[in-house]
């Protein structure tokens, strides 16, 4: 039996339910979907102020918040930790370069999540990449297309407001939609609160009153959102950030070439000039295409590439796993 130890971001119980934010949501999805010869425990970063000692139980750390990777090794080390930390690095060749080449000289291995960042620059020993997925049990189609509102929605942290395009594209993209009859619902998030963040349920609601998602990132991860909505139903309009090359949307409109609020305009004016018969096809290829690849449980079983790297680093050691890309390889051939 493996028993191993995840440190994830913000996660907490509210009167209205429990809230998460994105490393959160990630290792709580790698939690259920554990295989039956590994035990997961599941860490918050406020966890850590308790004592790095309480790790040294555990065969393997894995830590998805990597602008701490530099405190939290040393940390484990000299608390007497001796098994591998695994980081996951979040983020594509488009920013983060120092927390880049950090991450590589502390971690002892470090799972990317997009490959634009894996490929970038050339390929690092002690690393591989398996991009994050999504509890496909949860995140779900519960009203058809044609009768939902004709409503764009986006969400975001506005820590990295100029990243995430909130003031400069969003805000002047909502009074242009709305001129079109097109609701907007847009929801920054300043801290993981009540009312600024919903729970998975009113999550997979939200995601099920719209039409259309947006993303206007000039970096990112994968975004989960994004993916969440798109196994929803909602379909994308999106810069090519973060796991967007891998997410085979079909080109334009639903890739805008650049980010200005026309360019969303008439990416998503573009969509509604369709019949809703057509617009149903575009919703249907991004679920299907959703569904196949990306879960995190059957019938992607994102899940297993994550604990057969894990099982082979704590039997073999870093070293002795060949950077890799998930769709080459069988997770029995890591």
């Known amino acids: 039996m493996y028993h191993i130890g995840i440190i994830h971001d913000v996660e907490h119980q509210s009167p209205k339910g429990v809230l ?10 790698l939690q259920k979907y554990a295989p039956p010869d590994f035990t997961v425990d599941r860490y918050s970063d406020d966890d850590t102020h308790k004592g ?10 894995f830590v998805l918040d990597y602008a701490l990777a530099g405190s939290y090794v040393g940390h ?6 001796s098994g591998p930390i695994v980081v996951s690095f979040n983020k594509d060749h488009r920013s983060r370069h120092k927390e880049w080449i950090e991450t590589l000289r502390v971690a002892d291995f470090v799972v990317v999540n997009n490959v634009d960042r894996f490929l970038q620059g050339g390929i690092h020993p002690r690393t591989c990449c398996i991009s994050n997925g999504l509890d496909l049990d949860h995140w779900r189609v519960t009203t058809p297309f044609a009768e ?4 764009a929605i986006w969400c975001g942290g506005t820590g990295v407001k100029k990243k995430k395009g909130y003031h400069d594209i969003l805000m002047p993209l909502k009074p242009m939609l ?25 999550q997979l609601a939200w995601y099920n009153s719209a039409q259309y998602v947006l993303c206007a990132s000039e970096t990112e991860g994968t975004p989960g959102y994004l993916l969440e909505a798109m196994a929803c139903g909602c379909v994308p309009v999106s810069t090519y950030v973060g796991n967007v090359p891998e997410f085979a949307l079909p080109q334009p409109p639903l ?17 509604r000039s369709h019949p ?12 299907e295409e959703t569904w196949m690849r990306w ?17 082979r680093l704590i039997d073999d050691g870093p070293e002795a796993v060949k950077p890799f890309i998930h769709w080459d390889v069988e997770p029995e051939g890591i």
Not at 76 to 81: C, E, N, T, V, Y
Not at 180 to 199: A, M, N, S, W, Y
Not at 276 to 287: F, G, T
Request: charged share 25%; with cysteine.
């Open 20 to 29: 998460r934010w994105a490393y959160a949501t990630r290792s709580h999805c």
């Open 148 to 151: 939902r509102p004709e409503r």
């Open 276 to 287: 809703v018969e057509d617009a149903q096809y575009w919703s249907d290829i991004v679920a």
């Open 255 to 271: 890739v805008v070439q650049s980010r200005t609020p026309e360019a969303y305009r008439q990416a998503i004016l573009s969509m």
């Open 295 to 311: 879960g995190y449980g059957p019938p992607a079983s994102r899940a297993a590439w994550f604990y057969a790297l894990f099982r």
């Open 76 to 81: 484990a080390r000299s608390a007497g930790f």
């Open 52 to 61: 790095w000692r309480q790790f040294n139980g555990y065969d393997l750390l």
């Open 178 to 202: 709305e001129a079109e009859g097109i609701k907007c619902d847009f929801r920054p998030v300043t801290d993981i609160t009540p009312d600024q963040v919903l729970t998975p349920d009113e």
